[in-house]
């Protein structure tokens, strides 16, 4: 079997469990606090999930050391979190970091739940 079956497969494999987490987390959130729009909350956070699972694999395919794959990551995670208008308000990121508000998942699933 070649990458590109490999890559497919286990993305579709994690797809149940990542739903399951979604799911699970929705139910602990959203009926404990009488939020409206169970689906729209655990839509959002499956499809954030499932982004951060394959920019996880990713990095994985990129780094030769999974040390080294963990701390990059763990590193851009928290450069996302850190733009995406929680800690900092976008009208407050510097104009040299701004790309991060966009370019970071986080944002808009923030925005989402927001």
């Known amino acids: 079997y070649g990458a590109g079956t490999y890559v ?6 994690s797809i149940p469990g990542i739903f399951i987490i979604a799911f699970c987390s929705t139910v602990c959130v959203v009926v404990p606090s009488g939020m409206q729009g169970f689906g729209v909350y655990l839509i959002t956070l499956f499809l954030s999930l499932l982004t951060a699972e394959s920019f996880m694999a990713l990095i994985a395919s990129l780094v030769p050391h999974y040390i080294i794959g963990i701390a990059l990551g763990a590193g ?3 450069f996302f979190m850190l ?8 009208d407050d990121i510097p104009p040299w970091f701004i790309w991060g508000y966009y370019i970071g998942f986080h944002t808009y699933t923030f925005r989402a739940f927001m």
């Not at 733009?83 to 976008?90: K, N, P, Q, S, W």
């Open 8 to 13: 497919l497969a286990n993305f579709l494999c």
């Open 76 to 78: 851009v995670f928290g």
């Open 83 to 90: 733009c995406e208008g929680f800690f900092i308000v976008r």
